[in-house]
């Protein structure tokens, strides 16, 4: 077992120009888990996520991914040691097929890591399967979800960062993405998930970061979360 957490975020400050939005915010996961960053809108999750990812570069604190500081990697650099981010909105090239989404996919991500073939990614996603040949834009938002994870395999992802995965979608499709998510996990990708959908996360996370204001206010496993009802009202506006 390794000394390091998979991924250690340690007291950063992050945010956009002027505006600070993370303000000493620490988190840490370790290899095989799923783990939620929950919060209401406007909480600090999406630039968490942009700023691990290294899209956002943080004023202050660190953060390391297997022992290593990358805290002033880019995006590239990042993605190249093996993290992958679905960013919300599936961000997908409509006016590419499925395949040339996937194989376009294959150029990047981290040479080091067990990617999956395109091959293997249409295999495992049977909606896409059926639709490789289709333009992006034609897919259903769930089959632009499923579309998104599957680019992040095939760029040989370790560690997914899912971004509002389930906005949006119809219930039994919300159903589909979560089994997604599992079976990632299954195969030993490891998870930080951000949903506003508390419950998908008391459902799929081991363990689960409550973020308001920038800050992390809580953190303890699902069962732990689910009984906390001060926490539950207080930052997320619901009961469990």
Not at 3 to 23: H, K, N
Request: one cysteine or more; charged letters at 25%.
């Amino acid at each position: 077992m390794s000394a390091y957490p998979l991924l250690d975020v340690d007291g950063i400050d992050s945010g956009y120009g002027e505006t600070q939005v993370l303000r000493e915010l620490s988190l840490s996961i370790d290899e095989g888990e799923i783990v939620s960053l929950v919060g209401r809108n406007g909480a600090g999750k999406t630039t968490t996520l942009r700023t691990i990812m290294g899209i956002l570069t943080p004023t202050n604190g660190h953060i390391g991914y297997r022992g290593e500081d990358i805290s002033a990697l880019d995006a590239t650099e990042t993605a190249k040691r093996g993290l992958a981010f679905v960013p919300e909105g599936r961000q997908i090239f409509p006016e590419l097929t499925v395949r040339e989404n996937l194989e376009l996919a294959d150029y990047g991500g981290s040479p080091d890591s067990d990617s999956i073939s395109v091959g293997e990614a249409l295999e495992m996603f049977e909606n896409l399967q059926a639709r490789a040949g289709n333009a992006g834009s034609s897919l259903s938002g769930g089959e632009q979800q499923m579309l998104a994870i599957a680019r992040a395999l095939v760029g040989g992802a370790d560690l997914i960062l899912l971004d509002e995965p389930t906005e949006g979608l119809a219930p039994y499709i919300v159903r589909d993405v979560m089994d997604i998510v599992r079976e990632l996990n299954e195969r030993g990708i490891t998870v930080l998930l951000v949903e506003q959908n508390v419950h998908v996360c008391l459902e799929l996370a081991d363990r689960n970061y409550v973020i308001n204001q920038g800050e992390v206010v809580y953190e303890g496993t699902s069962e732990a979360l689910r009984n906390d009802e001060e926490i539950l009202d207080k930052y997320l506006g619901v009961t469990a």
